[in-house]
T-cell receptor, first 116, second 115 residues
């Protein structure tokens, strides 16, 4: 089955530093990658959508200069949280889309970011 | 306006009983898809079941079935013979026909199975 590998699973960083989260599709080509943020006991909140080779489309209210998304290849997308602050602490999860059918979305296992 | 509504924030169910998780949706797009995902405490999103708007039959996947009532815009998830391992958050999501196929998510239901 399709697998998306997301790393790291957990990261603790100091305030002001940057953190990069990688999502790699292992056995398929991810034409579109969705990046979500999830606060405790809440639903997934779409941050941005990226298509391979194109600039990401950010949702309203998401700072594109803070959350840098790169989707340079069909198998790798990265989210970089720049100059992280404690309020950026959250669970981040990616989802790769292969097709419009019922198996069209494969999720990474998520990254729990804690900024201290 | 909410496009996906899950009215049950939390549910307690006795082990081995069947459980129905509610989901209603709102769309004017004739082509759409409805998904259910399970999210255990580990955080991973596990795909459970899918229903396309043009599917004639209700979807079933093992112990999971989807009670699709198109006229009512309802897509309830039914879990038969619940198990302790079913305790998790459950999310209903919808994909409309156009655009980047992004999913629209419900607020989720926290299901706890009691032994």
């Amino acid at each position: 089955g399709a697998v998306v590998s997301q790393h790291p699973s957990r990261v603790i960083c100091k305030s002001g530093t940057s953190v990069k989260i990688e999502c790699r599709s292992l056995d398929f080509q991810a034409t579109t990658m969705f990046w979500y943020r999830q606060f405790p006991k809440q639903s997934l909140m779409l941050m941005a959508t990226s298509n391979e080779g194109s600039k990401a489309t950010y949702e309203q209210g998401v700072e594109k200069d803070k959350f840098l998304i790169n989707h340079a290849s069909l198998t790798l997308s990265t989210l970089t949280v720049t100059s992280a602050h404690p309020e950026d602490s959250s669970f981040y999860i990616c989802s790769a889309s292969r097709a419009s059918g019922k198996y069209g979305y494969t999720f990474g296992s998520g990254t729990r970011l804690t900024v201290v | 306006a909410q496009k996906i509504t899950q009215t049950q924030p939390g549910m307690f169910v006795q082990e081995k009983e069947a459980v129905t998780l509610d989901c209603t949706y709102d769309t004017s797009d004739p082509s759409y898809g409805l998904f259910w995902y399970k999210q255990p405490s580990s955080g991973e999103m596990i795909f459970l079941i899918y229903q396309g708007s043009y599917d004639q039959q209700n979807a079933t996947e093992g112990r999971y079935s989807l009670n699709f009532q198109k006229a009512r815009k309802s897509a309830n998830l039914v879990i038969s013979a619940s198990q302790l391992g079913d305790s998790a958050m459950y999310f209903c999501a919808m994909r409309e026909g156009g655009g980047n196929y992004q999913l629209i998510w419900g607020a989720g239901t926290k299901l706890i199975i009691k032994p």
